[in-house]
């Protein structure tokens, strides 16, 4: 051996490399395959009532059944999170294993008094949920999607915009040519709140009976919604209504790599978690469950967010008279979230070594939150050196990423509220390109990737693992 090999060859011993999912394998397929249904689900559920109501048809269609109905067991809650779990082999006693992720997402929530005529328009406005750069909800066709609690308390489940015969919504940008003040201002100021309205129509009602109406146009598009609906605009009080991009998602990249659509984050990890839970062939030797909750994007506050004690009740149905305190502090947790993707154009926000790319294979994040790790979950080097050991036990590929370069932002995930419970919680998901916007990107490498960690740690996070998880001493 020449001494150029000798170097190569302890290189290799002593480096750290990640890989690149496309060359583990030369077959494509089974990735390419993995990406269809999860492109249909993306398209249908763009609320988080229509990814919980998707979420509950597959799991009644897979033979789960309420609490104390055998082992495969579900509950909804307040249709806008749901919770499911395999019962594994050991008590529930010896605790669980959990991948918790979130199917709300950045949108425009419709105000309570949405409806207003100005200059010949019939507009909504709105009131932004989430995080967003205002400026990238102008300009895009939007769809109205919700529940409308109608004066005599019986229910409207609303789609408008999606079909080709409907128009969507828009809110117009100023152009180019009238923008000097604009583009002098701060990104931030672009489009303001309050200047967040959506045109929902210009035609006056027509008809001689309604000469003598006011606000004629508004009168029209809410005569359009009676006859179809019977809905008023006083039923918009009692309302949940979210603007949504209204376009379906599609490939990116000329290898078609990539998926571009709306609400990647976080029902890529939703959808992963939850088809790793249907594809469980044989009972887990630990309870596996799924979680998907609601309102992580505003702070998972509210009885439908993290913090809610929804987890508890469900673990009393399983465990009865047990102390769930001490299942807690037996379980382990996958917080399934995303990881801002390297963007090649901003690559100063980032800082390489611990960034997560594209194709690499899901992200493990050890902590989130900002300057200084500001109110992050910190996993800790046993959970990591055991969720390592899994991983590469069971050939998934993974990286591991900050969010982003030190003091450039950051952000939380559910990860926190369930550490708080005394669950030892890891931070684990795709890259994602562009997050909050509209339209944000994966890749189709890291979707089955995040896939393949949610199912390998759902099933097979036991024995040894869980040991050098707990070698604390
Ligand atoms: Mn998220
Ligand atoms: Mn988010």
Known sequence: ?????????????????????????????EIMNFAKPYKTFLDKCKTE?????????????????????????????????????????????????????????????LKQVPFYEDSGHAML??????????????????????????????????????????????I?????HLAQKQMEGSAAKALTGEQMNAIAGTIPIPGKEYEKES?????????????????????FVSAEIELVPSENCREIGIDNSCIIGYGHDDRICSYSALQALLDMKEQPERTAIAYLVDKE????????????????????????????????????????????????????????????????GVTITKFTGRGGKGGANDASAEFMGAIRKLLSDNNVVFQTAELGAVDIGGGGTVAMYFAARGIDTIDAGPAVLGMHAPKETISKADLFSTYQAYKIFLDKFAGEYVKIAKNTN
């Open 297 to 360: 994007e505003i702070g998972s506050e509210g009885t439908t967010g993290a913090i809610t004690k929804f987890l508890e009740y469900f673990i009393e149905k399983i465990a009865g008279s047990c102390d769930t305190t001490e299942i807690m502090q037996n379980s382990f947790c996958m917080s399934g979230d995303v990881n801002a993707g390297y963007d090649v154009n901003f690559k100063e926000n980032f800082e390489t070594k611990n960034a997560s790319f594209l194709g690499k």
């Open 1 to 29: 051996m020449s001494e150029e090999e000798k170097k190569e060859t302890l290189g290799s011993k002593l480096f750290y490399k990640t890989k690149n999912v496309w060359e583990t394998t030369e077959d494509h397929a």
């Open 172 to 176: 117009p940008d100023i152009l180019i």
């Open 125 to 170: 406005d709105t009131h932004y949920y989430g995080g967003i750069k205002k400026y990238q909800w102008a300009n895009i066709p939007l769809a109205m999607h919700g529940r409308i609690i109608k004066a005599d308390g019986s229910k409207i489940d609303l789609v408008w915009g999606e079909d080709e015969n409907e128009g969507s919504l828009l």
């Open 215 to 235: 606000d004629k146009v508004k009168l029209n598009v809410l005569k359009i919604l009676n006859d179809k609906y019977g809905i008023t605009e006083a039923d």
């Open 49 to 109: 009532r229509e990814a919980v109501a998707w979420a509950a048809k597959k799991l009644e269609d897979a033979g789960f059944k309420a609490p104390g109905n055998g082992d495969k067991i579900f509950m909804v809650n307040r249709g806008k999170a749901v919770i499911a779990a395999r019962l594994g082999k050991k008590p529930i006693k010896e605790g669980f294993n959990i991948v918790v992720s979130h199917v709300d997402a950045p949108r425009l929530d």
